[in-house]
DNA sequence: AATTCATATGAAATAGAAATCATATGGGAT
DNA sequence: ATCCCATATGATTTCTATTTCATATGAATT
């Protein structure tokens, strides 16, 4: 198993702020601003979490016009969320989020 | 979706040796110094982990005698891993690991 | 070619996680 | 009851990721 492979794909994950950007992304391909607003976070922690996105290739970019448009590969993050949701429904309580 | 369970689930594997301990636990239940051993990391350190993916529910633990024996909760760690493998074959490349 | 809008980027500041080290706990053997 | 082995835990230090802020780039519009 390759580690520094596996641990870099959910450290890309495994953000607040990445992890909202996915949800907003899961109802369709948006633009920068558009994200920033829906999430209610700044652009340039926007930009800088999608790139990391990209860079896993959890998403993928084309241009319009001047805009930026983001969407999910949906591939890779519609089977591993629902992996996810399934394990933190069945193992997840408030022990789970004692820190 | 809840993002806080979601990132707290990424956050558990998103760490290298918590990944060795995993790799480790695929291939059968094991004792806290065996696989420090094994591992090659240090008994307190491994401890501290064993805690974090405990937390998680991805592991589970018996005693025996003095010993602790952890092991894997396969439901959910197996087919993750395999949708991560599938992933990184298919994306992931010399880019993935630039920083 | 100057201006504006949308986004990206770099560097510095901040926050957060992980490792480390020293010590505590707890079971079993003597 | 004392000692030893296996593991856990707390506090501090160290390391790394994230945010922030200021600025750069780049496409379209005038």
Same sequence: chains 1, 2.
Avoid: W
Wanted: glycine content about 2%.
């Amino acid at each position: 198993m390759n580690c520094p492979s596996y641990t870099r794909f959910f450290e890309t994950f495994s953000n607040k702020t990445r992890m909202k950007i996915i949800a907003e992304l899961i109802s369709g391909a948006k633009s920068v601003n558009y994200i920033c607003k829906r999430i209610n976070e700044e652009q340039s922690k926007v930009s800088h979490n999608l790139k990391k996105l990209s860079e896993c290739n959890f998403i993928n970019v084309k241009a319009e016009g001047k805009k930026r448009i983001y969407s999910l590969n949906k591939d890779t993050i519609k089977p591993i969320l629902k992996l996810v949701e399934k394990h933190v429904k069945t193992y997840c309580n408030e022990e789970c989020h004692k820190k």
